[in-house]
């Protein structure tokens, strides 16, 4: 199957959770669920976002993680391919989507909050205006 024929594919799979849509980026392809980063297709691979909640029922599954770079260093990111079956219909594929799209969820909304701020030390001068 050519990428732009499988990355349209997987468009369809993950349309059942909203309006999707993808993103050439690094020699793969960004999906995106209402401007939600959810999955990533690499060499026709579908792999969809996962966080602690959601990567055991990946790996229960027998998901394998997004691997990239070189030998000596690869580096595996949150993005588990999505179990065999689920590839085979959007009903199928919507359990799973919905966890790749809480997961994105959660992971907006931690980059979301304001950073704490820090108290100064004890005995250290504040300056006032």
Known sequence: M??????????ELLGSIGSARAKRMFGAYGLYVDDLFVA????EQLFLKVDAETQP??????CRPFVYGRMEQ????????APEEATESPA??????RLAQAA???ARA?????AK???????AAIRRR
């Open 2 to 11: 050519a990428a732009d024929t499988f990355v349209a594919y997987c468009l």
């Open 104 to 106: 994105a969820l959660r």
């Open 110 to 114: 931690a980059k979301a909050r304001p």
């Open 74 to 81: 690869p580096i595996t990111m949150s993005y588990w391919t």
């Open 92 to 97: 199928l594929m919507l359990p799973w989507a």
């Open 57 to 62: 029922r990946f790996e229960a599954a027998g």
């Open 117 to 123: 701020r820090k108290t100064p030390a004890p005995g």
């Open 40 to 43: 990533i297709v690499d060499d």
